[in-house]
């Protein structure tokens, strides 16, 4: 199977990270920043989105950014995003100056695969305004994927965006960019969905979500993704597959904490108090759950990892 095959080349390419009961982490995915035209989906989350980021910078926690963070396949060029959402960028490169920040790619930025691309567009930015120059994201280098390692049990959590192997959107992803960019995205707008994406067409997210879990199964391995746009924190004898849900929400954004040996899934949206005054208001949605619980090779916590473990 090509998803197998590119889940575990991925995995065995992955960069690894280590943590602990201490360690603090949020991930959002499938952004999809765009350059604030009508068409850019993200524009209406954008203040409750810095205003998260900038909590999680005060309190600590390391950002990974699991895919699609800049829509690519729409808009063409990245310094036209980066200058619509210059307030996105600023807290990101605060993250990225202390060494807590890691961007992985999906298939909607999968430019970033190119050091080139990279090097051109995201470790400096021409300022109009001191007409000069600066500093980005200097020596920046995208993942396809992380590695979560635990010090002190070695359990392993598999970060990854999750489009490898799906045909339209990894194999076929140049055909696939060309209709968004000058099809789809316009189509959109007048109310008609994308059928090759997981996000819009429920058949092929479900299938999608089956072969992630086909491969948790086959390798015992808790994994962390974006790609179908829908949330998905496990229940009672679920496989380990969580799911960041994405940033484009029109009732806000949703994302997978891990803080004090905890795992939990969390909602950000603008709400109105008894007064009608709005706020800006995070919910934990499901959780928190020990992490060393979705350990499967060392606590078969499912009946699919006793099922392995009688094997």
């Known amino acids: 199977m090509k ?23 949020i991930f959002f995915s499938d952004v999809h920043r765009g350059d604030d035209s009508v068409s850019d989906e993200f524009t209406r989350n ?17 950002y990974i950014e699991v895919g699609d963070g800049d829509e690519l ?14 307030d996105v960028f600023i807290v990101l ?77 990894d194999q076929l992803w140049h055909l696939s960019m060309i209709l968004l960019r000058y099809f789809w995205r316009f189509m959109h707008i007048v109310g008609f969905e994308n059928p090759a994406s997981p996000a819009r067409n429920l058949y092929k997210r479900h299938k999608v979500e089956r072969v992630y879990n086909k491969w948790i199964e086959k390798y015992k391995m808790m994994l962390i993704c974006g790609h179908t746009h829908r949330p998905k924190f496990p229940k009672t004898d679920d496989l380990p597959y969580f799911n960041t849900g994405c940033c484009i929400r ?35 949605v499901r959780g928190p ?10 606590h078969p916590y499912s009946l699919h990892c006793q099922e392995c473990d009688d094997e």
């Open 73 to 86: 396949w729409e808009y063409k060029e990245f310094k036209h995003i980066r200058l619509a959402h210059t």
């Open 93 to 169: 490169k605060k993250f990225y100056d202390i060494g807590r920040f890691i961007m992985i790619y999906g298939n909607h930025n999968n430019y970033l695969k190119s050091p080139r691309y990279v090097r051109d567009n995201y470790f400096t930015f021409y300022d109009e305004y001191k007409q000069e120059r600066v500093e980005l994201f200097k020596n920046l280098i995208p993942q396809e994927a992380v590695i979560l390692k635990n010090k002190d049990s070695g359990q392993e959590i598999f970060v990854v965006h999750g489009h490898q192997g799906d045909f339209m959107n």
């Open 289 to 298: 759950e020990a992490i060393d619980k979705y350990d499967c090779k060392s």
């Open 3 to 25: 998803t197998d095959s590119r889940l575990t080349k991925a995995y065995k390419n992955a960069k690894k990270l280590y943590f602990n009961k201490d360690s603090r982490y």
């Open 46 to 62: 954008q203040q409750v989105f810095i205003h998260a980021l900038n909590y999680y910078y005060k309190e600590n926690y390391f």
């Open 250 to 284: 029109t009732r806000g954004l949703s994302g997978i904490e891990i803080i004090d040996g905890n795992i939990l899934m969390v909602d950000w949206r603008v709400t109105a108090d008894e007064d009608g005054a709005l706020r800006m208001l995070r919910t934990v």
